[in-house]
């Protein structure tokens, strides 16, 4: 790999991409060009790069063409139809949306937990669904320590992890209903203001959601644990920005509180807040904007043998999506 590669952002302007421009910047990722491309309807619209400016070119079939390293987030279907063209163009994608990261011949990568299986990449990386990713910052470490056998789960995820239109919504809802007004949806089935919304993703037949089930299923993959289990209920929130999961975990060793909190504390890209008579716990307020993810609340599980409960939150902007692309890149030009 180029040591100052020629890197695209597909979706440039989203919300993930806007992220991903910044995280390049604020990391001195070492760019030799950027490349930012979206739909014909952004073709043009300037976007800020380090002192200057990067024009915004619509993604075309033949866009990929001397690009070593492009970070796509554009949806399924943009990243089903260019991703491979890119890899076939010799460009290393790594990819936002769920497209491939079940696929057996995709790395599906958080660095901190699986950096290595970069390696064995044949032109597409995944970068995994942002409430799992969130969750095994504080989960793998855990399991490394105690072994996971399966964790019962409830999300509070941010309206960005919807997208652009979605933080435009809730923005909308909040001041029709200040100002007494008839609330209009066009995002989500039913009002996100004032409301929380136990629905993520489309419906399974067996009642869970797809988002629900990457929990499980992009966990296994992650973590090299093919029986990990995981029944998790995912719901939307009125918070703008960072998504918060609380977890109770069974483990086959016993683990402490005491035991857990070392391991907590040692884990890269997380930090412990837990005081909980001072009021101090994650908070996804606070967490927006950050890199790391916090861990908080843990404390033993009542209802089960081995169990810990505890609280994460991370912005999933950033180690949901933007930072861990931009962390894999980095992988690759190590
Ligand atoms: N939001 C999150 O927290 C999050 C986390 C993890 C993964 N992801 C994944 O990342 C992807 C993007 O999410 P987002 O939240 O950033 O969505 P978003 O804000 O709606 O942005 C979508 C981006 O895709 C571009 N796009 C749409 N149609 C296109 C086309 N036909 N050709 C080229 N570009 C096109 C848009 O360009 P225009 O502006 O020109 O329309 C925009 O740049 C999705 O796959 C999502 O599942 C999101």
């Known amino acids: 790999m180029n040591r100052n590669p020629h890197v695209a952002v597909v979706g440039a302007t989203g919300a993930v991409g806007i992220e991903m421009i910044k995280t390049l910047e604020q990391r001195q990722f070492p760019v030799g060009k950027l490349t930012l491309l979206a739909s014909a309807r952004s073709a043009g619209k300037k976007l800020p790069y380090k002192d200057s400016e990067v024009t915004v070119q619509e993604l075309k079939q033949d866009s990929f ?3 070593d390293i492009a970070l796509f987030s554009a949806g399924g279907a943009i990243s089903r139809e260019f991703a491979p063209i890119a890899a076939k163009d010799g460009c290393v994608v790594v990819d936002n949306s769920s497209a491939f990261r079940m696929d057996t011949a995709v790395p599906l990568v958080v660095p ?5 299986d970069v390696k064995w990449h044949k032109g597409i990386i995944a970068n995994p669904n942002c409430t799992t990713a969130i969750t095994l910052m504080a989960l793998y470490p855990l399991h490394a ?7 019962f789960a409830s999300s509070y995820q941010a309206v960005s992890g919807t997208g652009a239109k979605a933080i435009a919504e809730l923005e909308r809802q909040v ?3 200040v100002k007494r007004q008839p609330v209009t949806r066009e995002v989500y089935p039913h009002q996100i203001a004032f409301n929380v919304l136990p629905h993520v993703d489309s419906f399974l037949p067996t009642g869970y959601t797809k988002e629900e089930m990457k929990m499980e299923n992009e966990g296994r993959k992650i973590m090299h644990h093919p029986t990990f289990k995981a029944s998790v209920t995912c719901v939307r929130v009125p918070v703008y920005r960072a998504h918060s999961v609380a977890v109770s975990a069974e483990f086959e ?3 402490t509180v005491e035991a857990a909190l070392e ?4 884990a890269p890209g997380l930090d412990v807040i837990d005081n909980p008579a001072k009021c101090e716990y994650p908070l996804p307020l606070y967490l927006a904007q950050r890199y790391n993810c916090a861990v908080g609340r843990l404390r033993k599980d009542c209802a089960m043998d081995n169990g810990l409960c505890f609280w994460v939150s991370g912005d999933q902007l950033l ?9 894999i890149a980095e992988e690759l030009v190590k």
């Open 145 to 151: 320590a105690f072994g996971c056998k399966r964790i």
């Open 65 to 67: 063409k001397g690009i």
């Open 253 to 255: 060793k016993p683990a």
């Open 263 to 266: 391991v907590l504390k040692k």
């Open 319 to 327: 180690k949901g999506a933007a930072l861990n692309a931009v962390q």
């Open 175 to 177: 001041d029709q209903v």
């Open 112 to 116: 901190e937990i699986n950096a290595a």
